[in-house]
């Protein structure tokens, strides 16, 4: 019987904090990586067993994939390393989780759906701050107001830092501009295109578009088909992502992507600790019908990273315990709106 969590990426910065959040929890997962030494290092740290591979055969994934129930891969960018998990996941029969937030990624996992089915297996990517409080903001949103054809989602970090791998994820990703989904399909919009002031009590922000997961997760979960997804940026931000559009190309060069990757790489790994302490995050929600009715909630949230570490394990938990549904599911399709209210720090509120 398989049994058992397999952490890959566990050296990375936010591998790091949900294997040393599991062994909190009680658990003794396998980690995992390709760079022996340093799963070597943390294993002996956390006093775990770990097992060393890359993905660059299929095979071998799955020879180490095989004994465990459910795989955590945290080894991004995922846009080039999901893909290659899961489906080494369908083919050893393992349950699939990841900490993406990039839409492509969720579109193509939701393309598998039909073979997760067949092999019996749960794929389920974004099981982190991306997107599991604000899928379940999205599907609380939606019961409140079943008639929606509409969802904004804005979110707000309030003293927070990016992690090395989150900055060359949006450095991967730059060029490409944002993604919304109307009428059910997705749309590409230029940098600043759409922009949205949202009043948060203390002060009125501005907000631009962003190509943020829930376009692909929400729209699954809720059923809406228009969804947009803002940030709360300054002004001065937003004119610099509109004239970003003319200067895209140079984002687009290989060469410019190596060379700020290798800068990023030389910075430290993300926040430490008493960063985390003080940063929080906040998402807003709307709702809209066609006959002109709304409705508004928000989620208080602490650190991304933090939350992130907490969610997953909490996630892979629940698949330990017992059987989850196979296919490509969202976390708020299999636990419900309510989910994310069970940690620490986190708040909902219905705004009129």
């Known amino acids: 019987m398989k049994e058992g969590l397999l952490i890959y990426g566990c050296y990375g910065y936010t591998g790091k904090l949900i294997s040393e959040h599991a062994v909190k929890c009680g658990l003794k997962p396998v980690l995992a990586g ?25 095979q071998k994934i ?9 795989v955590m891969h945290c080894a991004g960018p995922f846009i080039t390393t999901a893909q290659i998990m899961a489906g080494a996941c369908i083919k050893a029969a393992t349950h699939y989780l990841d900490i993406t937030g990039e839409y492509e990624v969720y579109e193509k996992l939701f393309s598998m759906n039909k073979a997760a089915q067949k092999a019996g297996v749960l794929l389920m990517p974004g099981v982190g701050f991306d997107v599991v409080p604000s899928d379940c903001l999205a ?6 107001l079943p008639s929606a054809y509409s969802l904004e989602l804005v979110l707000r970090v309030i003293n927070g830092k990016l992690s090395g791998g989150t900055a060359i994820t949006i450095i991967e990703n730059i060029a490409e501009g944002g993604v919304i989904r109307r009428k059910g399909k997705l749309k590409k919009v230029a940098n600043g295109e759409l922009t949205r002031v949202i009043d948060w009590g203390d002060k ?8 943020w997961g829930d376009v692909a ?16 940026l300054p002004q001065i931000v937003v004119a610099i992502m509109k004239m970003g559009n003319y200067t895209n190309f140079i984002f687009r060069l290989k060469a410019v992507k190596k060379s700020i990757t290798w800068l990023l790489k030389k910075l430290p790994a ?17 709702v809209k019908n066609t ?5 508004r909630a928000i989620l208080e949230l602490p650190e991304t990273y ?16 017992s059987e989850p549904p196979h296919g490509t599911i969202t976390p708020a399709q299999v636990f419900g709106k309510d989910f994310i209210l069970q940690f620490d720090g986190v708040k909902r509120m219905d705004m009129y």
């Open 34 to 58: 390709r760079d022996e030494k340093k799963v070597k290092s943390l294993a002996a740290e956390l006093n775990l067993s770990f097992r060393v591979f890359d993905l660059s055969d299929e």
């Open 62 to 70: 799955i020879i180490n994939i095989a004994d465990v129930k459910v």
């Open 139 to 144: 599907l609380y949103l939606k019961e409140k």
């Open 204 to 211: 009125k922000r501005q907000t631009a578009a962003i190509p």
């Open 217 to 232: 997760t929400a729209f699954r979960s809720t059923g809406i088909p228009d969804i947009t997804v803002y940030i709360s």
């Open 270 to 286: 993300g926040p430490d600790a008493e960063s985390r302490s003080k940063s929080k995050c906040i998402i807003w929600g709307e």
């Open 291 to 295: 006959s002109g009715e709304t409705h």
């Open 306 to 321: 933090t939350l992130t570490s907490w969610t997953s394990v909490k996630i892979a938990q629940h698949i330990l315990a």
